[in-house]
Every structure is written in C-alpha cells, then in structure tokens.
C-alpha cells in the first residue's frame, strides 16, 4: 500500500515561476516530512524537512507547507530556476526504530527558459 | 570524509546468478538502509539496520539479505537474481540529531538482470 502520495508526477515551468509539489500521508504517526532533491545519476539529497508543531518552513526559495488536520504537505520552489530541474521526493518519518522514511513516488521538474 | 560508497556502479547478472552489493559509510551514523529505486515506484525500503547487530525487513524484502558486517558497512546480497530485480539500488545512512535524521545517500548502484 502506497502511504505517502505526491503529485503531479511531472511538472513543467517557467524560469522565474512558482513550482509546486503536493503530498498526502496516511499515518498519524509519521512526525517528520523531508524533501529530497535527485540529479541524474545521483543520489537523493536532503531538501529541506519539518515537523508536524509548524505550518511552514522557509529555507531561501523552498518552502514547505503543512497541513496536519488534511494530512497534506507541500513544496513550493519560488523563482523557479533551470538549476531546479531534478526529480523531487517527499518523504514520511516515524521518529525512533530505525528512524526510516517512505517515499512518495516523485515528481520530475523541468524548469524551462 | 567520502561519506556513502556503494560498489560496484554497475552490474549486469544472469537470471539465476548471485551477487553481493557493498556499502560503507565513514560518518559513524548507527543507521543503515537499503532502497530500490524505480520508475514511477520512488524509493522503496529493502531492508535497514537501526544499530549495528540488527537488522530488519522494509516494504520489499523478497528476494534479498543483509549483512551488517560492523558499524560501517551494510551489505545487499541477492541469491538468485531475477528481472524483476533490475533496478538502481542505493545505500543511506542516517542519526538522531536533535529533531532531524537526514538520510545521506549513496550514488547508486544501476543492476540489469538478463
């Protein structure tokens, strides 16, 4: 069973736009939602994360909304750039007992010129 | 400071055949995971190791074991290696730091099975 949803699963946009990914989870356990940020032929790469105690976090162009009561949460990239083009991977944690994450299924962003 | 190795980068098997993939970490993180990586499926959880001497089943396990040989390095083994296995495999790590436990990953190892 997929418990972590994320939308759209490809995204196009234009320099200097707004790009959004949405997520939604299952499990009222889960008390940590990260962002990973894929390359090609990379790795993931830790984003940005927050806690389920604060509606937004803000680190430079990203932004994560949450929403506990719709079990939501999303990413916004402002002014979006070419250099954001990657694969973009919410995530869901349960702290302790491995402190593993499920991932949604990832969101491929093209930013075009 | 390498951070995650994983060995080798690419690996074409036969249907039938065995292969162990290695991973290491220098950054003396307790835990270790192993995900596959597939089109349209995202990261799927194989198996972790909360701890050194532990180790426990994710969501697709079929098919694979573990090793956690010491506190550095968690090793994928598949037995008998089918299509359905071709995938990009790749190695985490990850600790408790205050309220955060960012997963470092590896670069990935890309698997064909024939």
């Known amino acids: 069973q997929q418990q972590v949803k994320q939308s759209p699963q490809s995204l196009i946009v234009q320099k200097g736009g707004i790009s959004i990914i949405n997520c939604a989870y299952e499990?009222?356990?889960?008390?940590?939602f990260p962002w990973y940020q894929q390359f090609p032929g990379k790795g993931p790469a830790l984003l940005i994360a927050i806690r389920p105690d604060v509606s937004e976090k803000k680190e430079g162009r990203f932004t994560i909304s949450f929403n506990k009561s719709a079990k939501q949460f999303s990413l916004h990239i402002m002014d979006s750039q070419p250099g954001d083009s990657a694969t973009y991977f919410c995530?869901?944690?349960?702290?302790?007992?491995?402190?593993?994450?499920?991932f949604g299924t990832g969101t491929q962003l093209k930013v075009e010129l | 400071n390498a951070g995650v190795t994983q060995t080798p980068k690419f690996q074409v098997l036969k249907t039938g055949q065995s292969m162990t993939l290695q991973c290491a970490q220098d950054?003396?993180?307790?835990?270790m995971y192993w995900y596959r990586q597939d089109p349209g499926m995202g990261l799927r959880l194989i198996y972790y190791?909360?701890?050194?001497?532990?180790?426990d089943k994710g969501e697709v396990p079929n098919g694979y074991n573990v090793s956690r040989l010491n506190k550095r390095e968690f090793s994928l083994r598949l037995e008998s290696a089918a299509p359905s296995q071709t995938s990009v495999y790749f190695c985490a790590s990850s600790e408790l730091l205050g309220r955060s436990y960012e997963q470092y990953f590896g670069p990935g190892t890309r698997l064909t099975v024939t």
């Open positions: 499990n009222t356990a889960f008390d940590y």
């Open positions: 190791s909360a701890s050194e001497g532990t180790t």
């Open positions: 995530a869901a944690g349960e702290t302790g007992g491995g402190n593993k994450l499920t």
């Open positions: 950054m003396n993180h307790n835990s």
